[in-house]
């Protein structure tokens, strides 16, 4: 854990921020995968 004040408030923000960002991954990844899917089944 850091030490310096600056140092900790750094780390609680980039902590939310790879938070946030993985929650963003997972829904590109979802949208994605739901495309695909959509776009390969012939239209009935």
Same mark, same amino acid.
């Given at each position: 854990?850091? =030490?310096i004040k *600056?140092?900790?408030k750094r780390a609680k923000? *980039? $902590?939310k921020s790879?938070?946030?960002n993985m929650q963003t991954k997972? $829904?590109?990844?979802?949208l994605r995968? =739901?495309?695909?899917v959509a776009v390969a $089944?012939?239209?009935a």
């Open positions: 854990m850091a =030490n *600056s140092a900790v923000t *980039s $902590e790879r938070q946030r997972g $829904e590109v990844k979802t995968k =739901n495309l695909l $089944e012939p239209a």
